[in-house]
């Protein structure tokens, strides 16, 4: 039985060091045959990824901010000489300042507030703006949310703001790139110990809790989203578009 997607080639934005959830999806993209490419976003990244990266087996690791046109751009350029097509697009990218978490929402600065939705919701309409001249065989774009975008988490704040701005562009963006053949979702993951995630307080208290209330009475594992990201990137999610797609071990049915 071939692999779910041997002879795709996919580029994973974001990735970060190996406890990211962009090396989990790398992973279980490995192990189902994709070329991979990776980006991260600054100089000062790239000892903690290119060592990854060539665990990993990447075809190219490549750096790109995508708050910067050009490098974004650049990205394009690079990856369009290699004259193949891109088949999926995985989008692991957010961010907001640390006070800004820390904080009631209501405190929360101007600068802030759109320093988190320029990051963490508009690089995904740049980036799937810019690739989507090289998905001349259609696809699949990804990106990652979690439950603070529709309920209101200790902490997450201005992010889970970002985080519904970014499932509605989900939805927006479907209906732009159906008609190339190209699907768009999001994976809404549980709380995970990333770095990421231990910017949240009280991140080992929510994780406490999850595995307590969830239905399967576990936390979420970056290779549990992996997996989902490699069927949403395979042709057996071709009818699947627009969606978010949860990977919590159930916590986002639970009431009392």
Request: one cysteine or more; glycine letters at 8%; hydrophobic letters at 45%.
């Amino acid at each position: 039985m071939p692999n779910l997607l041997e002879g795709k080639r996919t580029v994973i934005l974001g990735l970060a060091n190996r406890w990211s959830i962009a090396a989990g999806i790398a992973e279980s993209f490995r192990r189902e045959g994709a070329e991979i490419i990776l980006t991260y976003q600054s100089e000062r990244q790239l000892k903690a990824v290119e060592d990854l990266a060539q665990e990993l087996g990447a075809a190219r690791l490549l750096m790109c901010d995508v708050t910067k046109e050009d490098e974004v751009a650049k990205l394009v350029e690079i990856l369009a000489a290699d004259g193949k097509p891109i088949h999926s697009v995985v989008h692991s990218i957010a961010f907001a300042n640390r006070e800004d978490l820390g904080r009631p929402f209501l405190e929360t600065s101007r600068d802030g507030f759109l320093l988190a939705n320029e990051v963490s919701v508009y690089s995904l309409v740049a980036v799937t703006r810019a690739l989507l001249p090289l998905m001349t065989e259609g696809g699949s774009i990804m990106t990652l949310s979690y439950l603070g975008a529709i309920r209101p988490i200790p902490n997450y704040n201005v992010m889970g703001v970002a985080k519904a701005a970014l499932e509605s562009t989900v939805r927006y963006l479907a209906m732009d790139v159906g008609k190339q053949g190209i699907r768009i979702n999001a994976i809404s993951a549980g709380p995970i110990k990333t770095a990421a995630a231990r910017a949240i307080g009280d991140i080992n208290i929510i994780l406490d809790h999850v595995a307590q209330r969830a239905p399967l009475h576990r936390n979420t594992t970056q290779a549990e989203v992996g997996d989902t990201a490699a069927f949403l990137a395979s042709d057996l999610s071709r009818g699947i578009t627009g969606s978010v797609i949860y990977v919590d071990s159930g916590f986002h049915i639970v009431g009392l």
